[in-house]
């Protein structure tokens, strides 16, 4: 399938996996890559060491396959991840919690594709001036870190705001999803939730049970209090957080304290006190498989299932953001 998404990012099938703290890691991107998508290595609250070992494994396990990474701007070494990241050359990086605006020259430099997510479509516009070669718009489905703003509201607001390329996350997961996204004015999709059951996916066979088992209200957002909103799988965890947060009296560094280490704690197989991010679409996944069967399925189901012609879509879609473009031209 070729789309903008494609095209840019030198990749066979328009599906980018999303970027996981502490989850995606480089055997997971490497198999998304070479399955014919983008892996991301998530670099978030990563020792440097760790990043470097991760892309190389990525890049071996990939072959001659584009692999990305991300950026996580609140981060404290965001500065020294963005200085590696340009060393290394990676192909793609993806980025969060802030503005990339003081590594975009070195990154483009080193000939690196800069793809923000973004939250709103003033977001996307910003990132744009800013010289981003596309956008992920990420609706408050999504597992992990969420804004406010649903997909299906999204993703045709940053699609009419922006003439770059937009894929739309969050609560896609089949290809039914998929369809709908590109219906929406999407020329790719990224997907997250779907790879935590993958055989490639390093979390502990318990947290991927919980997914395979969860319905469609088992997902809950911890830390709207914060300004940081997580949305994660239910748990004894999370309820002892909703519980805390809603009450005034509750100190902010206990709250810290409880925050602290629980996606780790999560991902090495306490499914009770720890937090496990994932999103309103892990009640559509019912199956482990690996990487490449599971971007196969997405990709079959969504010109079979979805009942439309998706290169159909994304050359309309394309067409469409030709046309935004000459007509913002001519304003101007």
Known sequence: MHTRVTELLGIRVPVIQGAMARIADG???GSVSAAGGLGIVACGGAPLSWIEEQVRIAREIAGEAPIGANVMLMDP????????????RIDVVTTGAGS?????????????????VVASSALAQRMERLGADAVVAEGCEAGGH?????????VPSVCDAVNIPVIAAGGIADGRGMAAAFALGAEGVQVGTRFLTVEECC???????RVLKAKDSDTVVTGRGSGHPVRGLKNKWARAMRKLEASSDTPAEQLEGMYAGSLRRAVEGDVDGGSMMAGQSAALVHARKT????IADLMADAQ????LDLQQ??????????RAACALEGRE
């Open 27 to 29: 055997k997971l991107a």
């Open 100 to 116: 990339p605006a003081n590594f975009m020259a070195a990154w483009k430099e080193a000939g690196v594709k800069v793809v923000p």
């Open 146 to 154: 969420i804004g406010e703003l649903a997909t299906m509201a999204l």
């Open 203 to 209: 979390i502990a066979d318990a947290y991927k049970q």
């Open 313 to 322: 879509l994304a050359d309309a879609n394309a067409e469409r953001a030709g």
């Open 77 to 88: 070494q965001a500065a020294e991840v963005a200085e590696l990241l340009a060393e290394l």
């Open 291 to 294: 990487a490449a069967c599971a």
């Open 304 to 307: 079979v299932r979805g009942g």
